[in-house]
């Protein structure tokens, strides 16, 4: 984990190799296991990475204290690339990669608790993660616990009403140890975004709800790290950050494009996603 005091140039470098290797890991097992929403996991990636190797007080040293961060995956259809970084980081067996969405074993299509106890919690019905996180530190608090909770979520998981809900109690209840960062790359199931749910603004509409609330882009690592380093925003107010990112990006031919929410990469997609991210899968990689 890099020192919030180090942000050089160095380790932003650091961190930008590590996001290619997700990518190319994740579409590595997109393809092996023949499974979309692989444009929903490639799109918050930057993210990941900085939360993972950069923000959070995690690790697999630490992961049954008490005071550990935590982080949710909301949007779960988008697991294959958190299934990565956990592999990345030690806190899974890289082998198991081999088994992504196979039946029984731990790497689900959906992220599933009873399946990989180091998840914080299932996923995939959307809308959740926020209230969950929630519940887990309005608990916390009576057990006078001081930990944080980073929330990945959808932007079209913010069509669901539960979400603002949680927004509202989390705001109520000052949780500003509570992080909401919303994947906003514009397309959700069956279209675009803000055709679908109108051209508003996910930063107002946190701000609205009580909390501090900024947008960066999402896919520029060095802006993300930025914006965790402010958190939380507003004392006493749970922290909103708008990542405005490419469905499908670091892929050229992915990014932007409703087709890739299910679509599955063919060889050939495989092939010329692997030589754009100049990357090798981190289960494929030969031991020295």
Request: charged letters at 20%.
């Amino acid at each position: 984990m890099l020192s919030k005091l180090e942000t050089t140039e160095i380790d932003i470098n650091f961190l930008q190799k590590k996001a290619r290797e997700i990518r190319a890991t994740s579409v590595q097992l997109a393809y092996d296991g023949q499974t979309g929403h692989l444009g929903s996991a490639l799109s918050y990636v930057d993210a990941l990475v900085a939360l993972y190797y950069y923000w959070l007080n995690i690790s697999p040293s630490n992961i049954g204290d008490v005071q550990r961060d935590r982080f949710i995956l909301s949007k779960g259809h988008g697991c294959v690339s958190h299934y990565v970084a956990l592999a990345d980081q030690g806190f899974i067996p890289k082998e198991w990669l081999h088994e992504y969405a196979c039946a029984g074993k731990p790497l689900s299509s959906h992220p599933c608790k009873h399946l990989l106890d180091v998840l914080e919690c299932s996923s995939g019905s959307l809308g959740y993660g926020l209230g969950i996180a929630t519940g887990m530190l309005y608990g916390a608090r009576l057990d006078k616990l001081k930990f944080r909770i980073a929330v990945l979520m959808g932007d079209g998981e913010c069509n669901e009403g539960s979400v603002w809900e949680s927004a509202m109690f989390a705001a109520a209840h000052h949780m500003d140890n509570l992080i909401a960062l919303v994947d906003y790359n514009g397309i959700q199931a069956v279209g675009r975004s803000d055709e679908i749910m109108g051209h508003t603004s996910l930063e107002e509409k946190f701000r609205a709800f009580g909390w501090g609330a900024m947008t960066v882009d999402g896919n520029d690592i060095k802006a993300v790290v930025s914006a965790l380093d402010q958190c939380p925003l507003k004392t006493g107010k749970p922290t909103a950050i708008v990542l405005k990112t490419l469905k499908g990006a670091g892929v050229s031919f992915m990014e932007d494009d409703v087709l890739w929410h299910y679509r599955v990469p063919s060889k050939e997609d495989l092939e010329r996603a692997l030589t754009e991210l100049d990357a090798v899968p981190i289960h494929l990689e030969k031991k020295v």
